[in-house]
């Protein structure tokens, strides 16, 4: 008896594999990376996804195969024996399982639809920029003869450059990609001014009006970009090697232009010395430091400076305190309620870790874990000025379980560990009170983590590594809508 065999090409298995398609994509997406895009990268070779009771015999299968030629995910569907099950439950199976596939059919069908239409989009203007390119180093060579004509040549392909630039700022929505856009058109500029001499006046202004405008717009684009989903982190670069194994270090994420002021604070346990280093410079090249001794030691490694002044936790409470540089004086102290502390609900690493405090684009915010959420996170906007809570989120992420955690743009990010191979596996948004599972891996190069938090100023994450005080970059990921530009 043969069996009835269905192959259903470019579906993947589950939700959840779209998902994992999805995180792997985006990232290249925006990394203005034309390579050819494969679904289900890495595959799911012949993995059955146990849809249905385990019995080959008598059991609907559906196998994600390994990829085709073009690189897309397979499925394959093997029906059961028709003597084995009867009639109506194998009809009921079989129309539950096409829905399925064809519910999954529709979703991929949507993204590859999507990610072939931007490709076309993006790889279109990349030949539009390479051509006007061309042109101009024609131009140039030939700058006496028939100048007028090229000319022409070169507004014609503006023209047709000029569609392209929403669509290109909203899917390729990267501030690389805008870099070096921008680039391009300080390059054209720069070229435009040369033949300016050679031209009419109000030819050239034109033209100049329109790049002006580009650039405009560009512009306008990458303010936009400032938040948005965390796709990638950089490999870390070591700034330092210094202190013990656990510490904290940062810069003020609100400090004027020009002050790169380093704040610097070893140890978790019992220590009130912080030291201000004048620069990174200084930091990374000298043993240089003023002392600040605060008036009370502090707990954990979760302390922020942010706006002029250090914000901490007091050794042995749950009390945030607020002390001022300038002043040299606390100017604010008040109890974060219900918050566990004293190793009641520290990181894994331990390290009386109990209440992280740090900044995002948003302001400030206090993550740690009390009874009433079962030691879960607790994340609360903290009012920099009076400490007090201005709103609470409550996640169903154990503190103890979380290997750190940072805020970007409003969204908590936790990582699934301290030491070993790390990846920010678990993001909470304050925007929508929801969370999904995330996998974005991160050298840990050192191996021991016992800080980690995002400086919205520097788009950086400062790190505490094991005695190496690292830095890593964070791209970000932001749709532009066409309406909002
Ligand atoms: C582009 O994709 C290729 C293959 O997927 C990968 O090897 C390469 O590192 C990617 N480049 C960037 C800049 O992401
Ligand atoms: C398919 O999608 C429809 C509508 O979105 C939903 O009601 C149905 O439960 C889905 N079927 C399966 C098997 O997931
Ligand atoms: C712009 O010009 C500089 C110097 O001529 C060159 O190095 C760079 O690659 C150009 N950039 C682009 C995006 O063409
Ligand atoms: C250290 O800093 C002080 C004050 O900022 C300065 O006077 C001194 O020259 C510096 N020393 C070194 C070795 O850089
Ligand atoms: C930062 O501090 C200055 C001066 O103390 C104050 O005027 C300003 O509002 C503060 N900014 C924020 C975002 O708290
Ligand atoms: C927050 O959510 C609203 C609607 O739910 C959305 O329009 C907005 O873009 C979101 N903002 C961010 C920063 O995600
Ligand atoms: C982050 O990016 C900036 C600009 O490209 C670069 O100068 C810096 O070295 C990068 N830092 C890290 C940690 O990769």
């Keep these: 008896m043969s069996l009835p065999l269905l192959k259903i090409g470019v579906v993947l298995s589950t939700m959840a594999m779209i998902t994992n398609w999805m995180s792997q994509t985006l990232p290249s997406l925006v990394g203005l990376n034309t390579t050819k ?46 003597s084995m099950c009867s009639r109506d439950a194998r009809t009921k199976q079989l129309r539950q399982l096409l829905e399925k596939v064809q519910n999954m059919t529709q979703s991929i069908q949507v993204l590859d639809q999507r990610t072939q239409r931007d490709l076309q989009y993006v790889e279109k203007m990349e030949v539009q920029l390479r051509g006007l390119e061309t042109k101009f180093r024609q131009v140039e060579e030939n700058h006496k003869q028939n100048i007028a004509k090229q000319f022409k040549a070169i507004k014609a392909k503006m023209e047709e450059l000029r569609p392209l630039i929403p669509v290109l700022e909203e899917y390729k929505a990267d501030a690389k990609l805008v870099l070096q856009f921008k680039e391009e058109v300080q390059n054209l500029t720069t070229v435009l001014s040369e033949l300016q001499e050679e031209m009419g006046a109000y030819d050239y202004e034109e033209l ?69 280093y004048k620069s990174m410079q200084d930091f990374m090249t000298s043993d240089n430091f003023t002392s600040h001794r605060l008036p009370h030691p502090w707990s954990g490694t979760g302390q922020v400076v942010y706006n002029g002044s250090i914000y901490f936790n007091k050794f042995q409470s749950h009390v945030i305190i607020k002390f001022d540089f300038r002043t040299s004086s606390i100017s604010k102290s008040r ?145 532009i809508n066409s309406e909002e530009l």
């Design 37 to 82: 895009l494969t679904a289900a990268q890495g595959g799911y070779p012949d993995r059955s996804t146990g849809v249905l009771p385990a019995n080959p015999e008598d059991s609907w299968q559906v196998y994600s195969s390994a990829q085709d030629s073009e690189g897309r995910c397979v499925c394959t569907v093997v029906a059961p024996q028709q």
């Design 208 to 276: 100049h009006n329109r790049v002006s405008n580009l650039e405009e717009r560009l512009r306008a684009c990458m303010q936009k970009l400032a938040c948005g989903k965390l796709t990638g982190i950089s490999d870390p670069i070591t700034i330092k090697t210094s202190g013990s194994r656990f510490g904290s270090w940062m810069t003020d994420p609100l400090a004027p232009e020009g002050d790169t002021r380093v704040w610097y604070m070893d140890g978790y346990h019992n220590n009130r010395f912080v030291r201000e």
């Design 335 to 479: 109890q974060l309620d219900y918050a566990g502390f004293n190793n009641a609900y520290h990181y894994a690493w331990g390290g009386h870790s109990d209440i992280d405090l740090m900044a995002d684009e948003g302001g400030l915010w206090a993550v740690y874990a009390t009874n009433q959420n079962a030691g879960n996170i607790v994340l609360s906007k903290l009012n920099p000025s009076t400490l007090q809570i201005v709103k609470s989120w409550t996640t169903n992420h154990p503190k103890r379980s979380a290997g750190e955690s940072f805020m970007i743009c409003g969204t908590l990010y936790v990582t699934n560990g301290y030491s070993g191979g790390t990846k920010v596996y678990y993001a909470y948004s304050t925007n929508s009170s929801t969370y999904e599972y995330i996998d974005i891996a991160f050298q840990n190069k050192y191996s021991h983590i016992s800080m980690l938090d995002y400086n919205p100023r520097d788009r950086a994450l400062y790190a505490w590594n094991n005695g190496h005080q690292v830095l890593y970059n964070v791209t970000l990921f932001h749709v």
